[in-house]
């Protein structure tokens, strides 16, 4: 079935620097990935679209500035968190979107569990 | 703009007996639903989608839901609960036509008692 990894499963930083997070579709080719936000005993909420080639989408109330994503290849997009602070700590999530399979179209990753010191 | 309203945080069942978790959405237009389940510290996992046709949709683990166009719903049911199924639920929504991002409800943690 398709897969979809996250690298890393978690990091530590001090706040004031950038983690890149990775997200890969092992075996499909993805020309929409998602990223989402989960706080702790709270829903996902989406942060951005990431479309291959192409600028991201974001949602409203996410700074583009701040969380930079580049989808490069059709089985790759990167999220990097730039000046990291507390209140950037969180699960994120993404997910790669695909027509291959007939029953379920969008795989999630495991997620990256960021703390910002 | 779509929503999704999982109207109960914790539901609470017995080992081998039947469980729901309820989900109503809004959307405009027709539907595309899902139901993930989501282990501590893990990403989502797939459980089952309604698309079109049969209202009552067969996923996996034994999971199946009902989906009820009038009332707006799409719950998630078991016949027979186990404990292995205690973890956090989350119904989803996205229209038919437009975007592919989904939406989701603020979850329900099913804890299934020995």
């Known amino acids: 079935g398709a897969v979809v990894s996250q690298h890393p499963s978690w990091v530590i930083c001090k706040s004031g620097t950038s983690v890149k997070i990775e997200c890969r579709s092992l075996?499909?080719?993805?020309?929409?990935m998602f990223w989402y936000r989960q706080f702790p005993k709270q829903s996902l909420m989406l942060m951005a679209t990431?479309?291959?080639?192409?600028?991201?989408?974001?949602e409203q109330g996410v700074e583009k500035d701040k969380f930079l994503i580049n989808h490069a290849s059709l089985t790759l997009s990167t999220l990097t968190v730039t000046s990291a602070h507390p209140e950037d700590s969180s699960f994120y999530i993404c997910?790669?979107?695909?027509?291959?399979?007939?029953?379920?179209?969008?795989?999630f990753g495991p997620g990256t569990r960021l703390t910002v010191l | 703009a779509q929503s999704v309203a999982q109207p109960e945080d914790q539901v609470n069942v017995a080992e081998g007996n039947p469980l729901t978790v309820k989900c109503t959405y809004s959307?405009?237009?027709?539907?595309?639903l899902f139901w993930y389940v989501q282990y501590p510290n893990r990403g989502l996992q797939f459980l089952l989608k309604?698309?079109?046709?049969?209202?009552l949709v067969k996923g996996s683990y034994g999971f199946e839901a009902e989906f009820n166009k009038s009332q707006t719903s799409f719950h998630l049911k078991k016949p027979s609960a186990l404990v292995s199924d205690s973890a956090l639920y989350f119904c989803?929504?996205?229209?038919?036509?437009?975007?592919?991002?989904?939406?989701f409800g603020s979850g329900t943690r099913l804890q299934v008692q020995p």
């Open positions: 997910s790669a979107h695909t027509s291959v399979s007939s029953y379920n179209e969008q795989f």
């Open positions: 075996d499909f080719q993805a020309t929409t």
């Open positions: 990431s479309n291959e080639g192409s600028k991201a989408t974001y």
């Open positions: 959307v405009s237009g027709n539907p595309y």
């Open positions: 309604y698309i079109t046709g049969d209202n």
């Open positions: 989803a929504v996205r229209p038919v036509t437009g975007r592919r991002a989904l939406t």
